[in-house]
């Protein structure tokens, strides 16, 4: 299945304005907006924080198979795809992030 296809597949995000992204000791290192061109990352984070609470390495693999042909674009191209990037750090160091959703005003 492509990226579109499991997209098609999840949860609506119109309710969010963004995803946090927060390290160990709950401090926000990174916040994705819903906005075009990183709504289906947003998607793909809000669907990974329902089901397993935050980025673990098994929502980290999760993830990864959910991003599909962007999966292999990011790792041939490090840094295209930063969303995706922090999904193989994640299962590369076993070290889990928190997510926290940011609801529309």
């Given at each position: 299945?492509?990226?579109?296809?499991?997209?098609?597949?999840?949860?609506?995000i119109?309710?969010?304005?963004?995803?946090?992204?927060?390290?160990?000791?709950?401090?926000?290192i990174?916040?994705?907006?819903?906005?075009?061109?990183?709504?289906?990352?947003?998607?793909?984070?809000?669907?990974?924080?329902?089901?397993?609470?935050?980025?673990?390495?098994?929502?980290?693999?999760?993830?990864?198979?959910?991003?599909?042909?962007?999966?292999?674009?990011?790792?041939?191209?490090?840094?295209?795809?930063?969303?995706?990037?922090?999904?193989?750090?994640?299962?590369?160091?076993?070290?889990?992030?928190?997510?926290?959703?940011?609801?529309?005003?």
């Open positions: 299945m492509t990226f579109a296809d499991n997209l098609a597949a999840l949860p609506a119109d309710h969010l304005a963004a995803i946090e992204v927060l390290d160990t000791d709950g401090n926000v990174d916040t994705v907006e819903n906005k075009p061109g990183k709504s289906g990352s947003v998607k793909v984070y809000n669907h990974l924080a329902q089901v397993y609470g935050a980025l673990t390495p098994e929502a980290a693999s999760a993830g990864l198979t959910i991003f599909a042909e962007h999966t292999e674009d990011a790792r041939a191209n490090p840094g295209k795809h930063p969303n995706v990037d922090r999904l193989e750090q994640v299962l590369a160091s076993g070290n889990p992030l928190g997510l926290r959703s940011v609801p529309s005003a």
